[in-house]
């Protein structure tokens, strides 16, 4: 089975602290992802990469930067960490295939705290 | 830009019985797939079930099926003989058939919490 591995279960960070967050996944997935789940809001895409070095912008990239410079390794950054940060952010990936019905694999998430 | 509601932010239902969520969406397009995705406590998210919206038939995985209706888009989950185990929250999802751009990822309801009572 695929595993998709995120470093950190809970975090907690002050304001204005650069914060990464790291996603591993082992099955040479093209595309990785990540989301951030709020209570009401269910999950939001922030930022996709569909290749090495590639990104695309998701629905709330504001805020947030994010580098892909292994296939295996997709990184969130937050430059400067704010309240309205906090959240759970979950990571996945998929094999690649755009014009499939793919499934997405999915990390267990980090639950992030900014104080 | 497409949506995805699920109006039931929480659904209780007895042990054994047969529970149904729902999900409606908006798009404009006409190849599309469809998703339920369940998070159970552990936070990893679960693929259950996905549909393709090209395909009349409506998908089954076992104790999980779907009544995909394209023309009112609704796309809703019906979990037979609940088990205590099917307690999480539930997000219906679509993806464009031909993502491009910034529409590459899915787009996911607000979830529903499914309460299973012994």
Redesign the interface.
Known sequence: DVKVTQSSRYLVKRTGEKVFLECVQDMDHENMFWYRQDPGLGLRLIYFSYDVKMKEKGDIPEGYSVSREKKERFSLILESASTNQTSMYLCASSLGDRTTNEKLFFGSGTQLSVL | AQT?T?SQ?EMSVQEAETVTLSCTYDTSESDY?L?WYKQPP??????VI?Q?AYKQQNATENRFSVNFQKAAKSFSLKISDSQLGDAAMY?CAY?S??????A????????THLIIQP
């Open positions: 995805v699920q932010p797939y998703f552990s936070r990893q998210m679960i693929l996905r393709e997000f993806r058939r031909y993502s491009g751009g910034g590459d990822g899915l787009t996911f309801g607000k979830g």
